[in-house]
């Protein structure tokens, strides 16, 4: 009788494990890894104007992550702006205030980080008299 029970609990043990294990789907992630489309190699950024930062969302799964995140790069990092819909393909951004240059990098992050060519940004005094 005890070998009886002892096997009833152990058959409804491996049973419910297996039914744990059956019911967590196990799928592969979709990994969306977008060309940045603009800023494009040579263009010029003036500080305080609105710009637009494109990708291309041609090859866009369904469910992509919405941790996105758009970073501006020399050197250090700026956060532009986050939280977006990488599916929406472009977030504007407002140049912020930096010393200018001609090695700046956008970087677009979600599901992984993007890096564009590098570009330049001014100051307004700068963008007058180019």
């Known amino acids: 009788m005890k070998f009886a029970s002892a096997l009833t609990i152990l058959f409804f043990a491996v049973l419910s494990t297996l039914s ?5 789907p196990v799928t592969a992630r979709d990994i969306f890894d977008p060309t940045i489309t ?9 500080v305080g104007q609105t710009v637009e930062v494109t990708w291309d969302t041609s090859n866009a799964p ?6 996105s995140s758009v970073w501006l790069r020399k050197g ?3 956060l532009l ?5 990488l599916r929406s393909g472009s ?3 407002v140049v912020p205030s930096l010393v200018p240059g001609d090695d700046y990098h956008i970087i677009l992050f979600g599901d992984s980080g993007n890096v564009s060519p590098a570009f330049s940004i001014v100051s307004p005094a700068g963008a007058a008299s180019a």
């Open 38 to 46: 603009s800023p494009k190699a040579g263009d010029v950024w003036v």
């Open 62 to 67: 369904v469910d992509i992550s919405n941790a």
């Open 20 to 24: 744990l294990v059956a019911a967590v």
């Open 91 to 93: 977030v504007s951004v």
């Open 81 to 85: 702006a986050q939280g977006f819909d």
């Open 76 to 78: 250090t990092s700026t």
